[in-house]
């Protein structure tokens, strides 16, 4: 396998169906040690047991547990060589609306403790690696009530560039994906409504809506320092095309 004595360290992993368990389930497949991360410590044991990996807690808005976390790994599996981030939350408000309360935990989440992943990634990996960030097609299409959650993800997909640059000659790659809309556990309350697949498919040019394997098989090729060694500061869009905003047909 090609990612045997690699060790991932994946945060947002603590759901039941979202990126993160699909993401640490695909690159334990493919031989690595997985260290899965979240802020609830009881599903993350459960996936930990699952792909014979480890389980630590983190709240990535906390500077303090995002340093532990990597320093924990690094510890318990002699190395970092792989870290993404699939930490995030959807607080949907018009900008009518808004206030600093509503704001802050948005930020916080999706761009600080987006940076500082990145950031904490980086000091722990001796030999290069790749650091993965979950964006969202909402940074590249505008909609109503996203004014914050897509600023966040538009942010941190900038920053990944920057990263790109700054670390790049330690040989660490930083890459975001850039999701459409698939049904995860953030999501799952839209898809309640039946009408969901009907409204987004005709805007899909290949007329399906994404799952999360389509996200995890794009973690795992950015993952692989074999298959994508020379790819850094990007930003791929796993949207079936949406994010092309295609004129009416």
């Given at each position: 396998?090609?990612?045997?004595?690699?060790?991932?360290?994946?945060?947002?992993?603590?759901?039941?169906?979202?990126?993160?368990?699909?993401?640490?389930?695909?690159?334990?497949?493919?031989?690595?040690?997985?260290?899965?991360?979240?802020?609830?410590?009881?599903?993350?044991?459960?996936?930990?047991?699952?792909?014979?990996?480890?389980?630590?807690?983190?709240?990535?808005?906390?500077?303090?547990?995002?340093?532990?976390?990597?320093?924990?790994?690094?510890?318990?599996?002699?190395?970092?060589?792989?870290?993404?981030?699939?930490?995030?939350?959807?607080?949907?408000?018009?900008?009518?609306?808004?206030?600093?309360?509503?704001?802050?935990?948005?930020?916080?989440v999706s761009f600080t403790g987006a940076l500082l992943f990145m950031r904490y990634a980086a000091e722990?990996?001796?030999?290069?690696?790749?650091?993965?960030?979950?964006?969202?097609?909402?940074?590249?299409?505008?909609?109503?009530?996203?004014?914050?959650?897509?600023?966040?993800?538009?942010?941190?997909?900038?920053?990944?560039?920057?990263?790109?640059?700054?670390?790049?000659?330690?040989?660490?790659?930083?890459?975001?994906?850039?999701?459409?809309?698939?049904?995860?556990?953030?999501?799952?309350?839209?898809?309640?409504?039946?009408?969901?697949?009907?409204?987004?498919?005709?805007?899909?040019?290949?007329?399906?809506?994404?799952?999360?394997?389509?996200?995890?098989?794009?973690?795992?090729?950015?993952?692989?320092?074999?298959?994508?060694?020379?790819?850094?500061?990007?930003?791929?869009?796993?949207?079936?095309?949406?994010?092309?905003?295609?004129?009416?047909?």
């Open positions: 396998m090609s990612l045997e004595h690699k060790t991932a360290v994946v945060i947002g992993a603590s759901g039941t169906d979202n990126f993160g368990v699909a993401i640490a389930r695909k690159l334990a497949a493919n031989g690595c040690t997985v260290v899965v991360s979240g802020r609830r410590i009881e599903p993350l044991r459960k996936l930990a047991g699952e792909l014979e990996g480890v389980a630590v807690a983190c709240d990535i808005s906390d500077e303090a547990q995002v340093k532990a976390l990597f320093e924990t790994a690094h510890t318990e599996t002699g190395s970092v060589d792989i870290a993404v981030n699939c930490a995030g939350g959807l607080a949907a408000a018009p900008i009518s609306m808004l206030t600093t309360e509503l704001i802050q935990p948005t930020l916080d722990h990996m001796d030999t290069g690696g790749s650091v993965i960030t979950i964006s969202s097609l909402t940074a590249r299409l505008p909609g109503p009530a996203l004014a914050v959650y897509a600023a966040a993800r538009s942010g941190i997909d900038f920053a990944i560039r920057i990263a790109a640059v700054e670390y790049g000659a330690q040989n660490i790659r930083f890459n975001s994906i850039a999701a459409g809309l698939i049904h995860t556990d953030m999501t799952d309350a839209m898809f309640q409504d039946d009408s969901t697949n009907q409204r987004f498919i005709p805007h899909i040019p290949l007329a399906r809506m994404g799952n999360t394997n389509d996200i995890a098989e794009t973690a795992l090729w950015l993952a692989d320092d074999e298959k994508s060694p020379f790819i850094t500061g990007q930003l791929i869009d796993v949207s079936g095309g949406q994010h092309m905003g295609r004129l009416p047909q």
